[in-house]
């Protein structure tokens, strides 16, 4: 079974900068594309950013600039640098990869979820 957990969350002021960290866990497992969701309260969820094994990315317009989402293969782990956040990037963030087995897949994975919240 493949997991992720995400860590980093937590609050931080706007303009200030956070960075949320996801590691994939398990045995006889490949990723190739990996992304961070959120969801606010009361909405639904949301893409933020994804990224291919080889480097491709790729950004909701409304993080275009701010955040960056960067992956260690070797680690398996998936990074995102949001810096000057503001006040509506407060949600849940949500770290979720493409799996393949040696014993089938593709399959899609989530992440428990990290709160961020970011203060005025």
């Known amino acids: 079974q493949v997991q992720l957990v995400e860590s980093g969350g937590g609050l931080v002021q706007a303009g200030g900068s956070l960075k949320l960290s996801c590691a994939a866990s398990g045995s006889g497992f490949s990723t190739n594309y990996m992304a961070w969701y959120r969801q606010a309260p009361g909405k639904q969820r949301e893409l933020v950013a994804t990224?291919?094994?080889?480097?491709?990315?790729n950004y909701a317009d409304s993080v275009k600039g701010r955040f960056t989402i960067s992956r260690d293969n070797d680690k398996n782990t998936v990074h995102l640098q949001t810096n000057s956040p503001k006040p509506e990037d407060t949600a849940v963030y949500y770290c979720?990869?493409?799996?393949?087995?040696?014993?089938?897949?593709?399959?899609?994975?989530w992440g428990q979820g990290a709160l961020v919240t970011v203060s005025s």
């Open positions: 979720y990869a493409v799996v393949r087995k040696l014993t089938g897949g593709p399959f899609g994975v």
């Open positions: 990224i291919t094994g080889g480097g491709s990315t």
